[in-house]
């Protein structure tokens, strides 16, 4: 006589129960996590737009297609502001500053090249 199934059949039962019961809980937490994943990590950084990548992170869980784009933006930092390299105010008034003589000194040079 071959071996069957028919013993199991009450706990096999029970077991698909609690599977059907657990995993829409673990699905939703997972998305859960994965829709506020974007903004955490922005805002973990010091992102200075980490509530519109918040948002657009929330929005890729619906749509797909964007979840991705909040994730790279989320670690992109914009490099026009002093905060975002690590420069404090009078830091980075004093970099322009340096900047704008370096850039009239690069203007004599060309004045006297084409003089010449």
């Known amino acids: 006589m071959g071996f069957t199934l028919q013993g199991f059949g009450p706990f096999l039962h ?11 809980v673990l699905v939703a937490f997972a998305l859960y996590k994965l829709g506020g994943l974007p903004g955490t ?12 990548i918040n ?12 979840w991705p784009i909040a994730m790279v933006w989320a670690y ?3 490099a026009r502001s002093a905060h975002a390299l690590g420069l404090s105010q009078s830091d980075a008034n004093a970099l322009v500053g340096k ?3 370096a ?8 004045s006297k090249l084409s003089a010449h």
């Open 14 to 24: 029970w077991l698909t129960l609690g599977v059907l019961c657990v995993l829409p």
């Open 99 to 101: 900047l704008q003589q």
């Open 103 to 110: 850039s009239r000194r690069v203007e004599a040079l060309e």
């Open 76 to 78: 992109l930092v914009p």
């Open 41 to 52: 990590i922005a805002r973990g950084r010091g992102h200075p737009q980490a509530e519109a």
């Open 55 to 66: 948002v657009c992170g929330w929005m890729g869980v619906i749509t797909i297609v964007l």
